[in-house]
């Protein structure tokens, strides 16, 4: 039946190139199989027909960003940094076509943030990625300061610089508590999200972690912790627990 719907899909585009949606269902039909590099495929195959069309290079970075992942966890460093260099060149090109829209910014942020954790890595510093990856994300948040994702963006990359300060010996504080803001805005635009719920729990654990060393009582932080965590496995038991 799979291969039936590719037919199908192939069929209507030689009928009609320029039917972006069907695009769209190829690259979906590829995904789903975990085909990334197909998918990737055909996202740019509609993009060449439709430049203008800015899902096609959405779903392209996301597709990349899936392939980028997946190189990285199987240890190919190199491949999964071609990856994610051929998905931010997406959502740049997509910032030029509008620089209004939220979304390419946001993917631009996680690309970066990606960018500056394959850094720590290798031993390098990551200072500079995390920095354009900020900067993308206040880009969108200037944008609409109500996007739910945007704000769980920016806190992911607080908190991922937070984690790498931590293990440097430095102060990590000033990072923890701008992820817990941007956590909590997230989460009241919108309570059900269980990963930025997760996520602030995760923040809150840390932050503890750094009292305790400190010599400081961690005994909020930890009560925050655990109560977010219950939080997020009421919300959705299966992410929530996925997460940790």
């Known amino acids: 039946k799979l291969e039936d719907a590719r ?21 979906g039909l590829e995904a789903n199989e975990g085909r990334w590099e197909a998918a990737a495929a055909w996202y740019e195959k509609g993009h060449e027909v439709d430049r203008g069309y800015i899902p096609h290079l959405t779903g392209l970075a996301d597709s990349l960003r899936a392939a980028m992942q997946a190189a990285e966890a199987m240890g190919r460093e190199e491949e999964g940094g071609a990856y994610r260099r051929r998905a931010l060149a997406a959502m740049e090109e997509a910032t030029r076509l509008d620089g209004t829209l939220v979304e390419p910014w946001w993917r631009a942020a996680q690309l970066h943030q990606c960018e500056a954790e394959a850094l720590r890595r290798r031993g390098e510093d990551p200072e500079a990625a995390y920095g354009r990856a900020l900067s993308a994300v206040d880009r969108t948040l200037s944008i609409d300061g109500g996007a739910a994702e945007a704000n769980n963006v ?37 309570p059900r999200s269980a990963s930025a719920v997760n996520n602030q729990a995760t923040v809150y654990m840390l932050q503890g972690d750094w009292l305790r060393g400190q010599g400081k009582d961690p005994s909020e932080a930890s009560a925050r912790a655990l109560a977010g965590y219950d939080k997020a496995l009421s919300i959705n038991p299966r992410k929530a627990a996925a997460a940790n």
Request: charged letters at 25%; a positive charge; proline letters at 2%.
């Open 154 to 190: 920016q806190a992911n990359i607080y908190a991922s610089q937070g984690d790498w300060l931590r293990r440097q010996g430095k102060d990590p504080s000033e990072a923890y508590v701008r992820a817990l803001v941007g956590y909590e805005k997230a989460v009241s635009i919108n």
């Open 7 to 27: 037919a199908c899909l192939a069929k209507a585009i030689e009928r009609d190139r320029y039917m972006t949606e069907v695009y769209t269902a190829l690259a």
